[in-house]
């Protein structure tokens, strides 16, 4: 079974400063992955996803994320982030040859913007 | 824009109540799905469905149900809610069956069963 484990729980950062998310996950087969945000009181929508091809990807809002298939990892950045990147982050995964659109979802990384 | 409703915000039941949650899209999605949200735990698919009146198990399926009787709907079902079912329910769409397509969500309803 795969499993997707996010290192921090939550991460504070001031406003124009840079931030990482990380993400790992276990898995033996090919996937596919994805980075979901949630704002306060609102349900997830994508930040971006990786499907194939150049291993950094570039999302909506200045985020991307690179692919590190050694290491299995999917970590998230963006440059200088604004106090409206607080929000829950959600790193996810779908094996490739499975039907059904099936996502594994890891524990999700609270971000804290600060002035 | 691919819009998912869900018919509750916020919803209090007591235990032992038989409790429905509903979940509309309208954008023809031949995929929905069930999540619950816990802190720290991300969120765990409880059932999902690729086709009306066809549903699978996700990976914490006990104490609830589903039911599509129409495309653009679908139903989770607390059969008897107990304590251990407050949490936050996510509803999602999506167009196909391959894992590479988005996952649209619906804003949530936060279940408290006292």
């Known amino acids: 079974a795969q499993s997707v484990t996010q290192l921090d729980s939550q991460v504070p950062v001031f406003e124009e400063a840079p931030v990482e998310l990380r993400c790992n996950y276990s898995?033996?087969?090919?996937?596919?992955l994805f980075w979901y945000v949630q704002y306060p009181n609102q349900g997830l929508q994508l930040l971006l996803k990786?499907?194939?091809?150049?291993?950094l990807v570039k999302g909506i809002n200045g985020f991307e994320a690179e692919f590190n298939k050694s290491q299995t990892s999917f970590h998230l950045r963006k440059p200088s982030v604004h106090i409206s990147d607080t929000a829950e982050y959600f790193c996810?995964?779908?094996?490739?040859?499975?039907?059904?659109?099936?996502?594994?979802f890891g524990g999700g990384t609270r971000v804290l913007v600060k002035p | 824009d691919v819009k998912v409703t869900q018919s509750s915000r916020y919803l209090v039941k007591r235990t032992g109540e038989k409790v429905f949650l509903e979940c509309v899209q309208d954008?023809?999605?031949?995929?929905m799905f069930w999540y619950r949200q816990d802190p720290g735990l991300g969120l765990r698919l409880i059932y999902f469905?690729?086709?009306?009146?066809?549903?699978e198990k996700g990976d914490i399926p006990e104490g609830y149900s589903v039911s599509r009787e129409k495309k653009e709907r679908f139903s989770l079902i607390l059969e008897s809610a107990s304590t251990n079912q407050t949490s936050m329910y996510l509803c999602?769409?999506?167009?196909?069956?391959?894992?590479?397509?988005?996952?649209?969500f619906g804003p949530g309803t936060r279940l408290t069963v006292t």
């Open positions: 999602a769409s999506s167009k196909g069956l391959a894992g590479f397509y988005e996952q649209y």
């Open positions: 898995s033996s087969v090919s996937v596919y």
């Open positions: 990786y499907l194939s091809g150049s291993t």
């Open positions: 996810a995964v779908s094996d490739r040859k499975a039907a059904g659109n099936k996502l594994t």
């Open positions: 954008m023809d999605h031949e995929n």
């Open positions: 469905s690729y086709d009306v009146k066809m549903k």
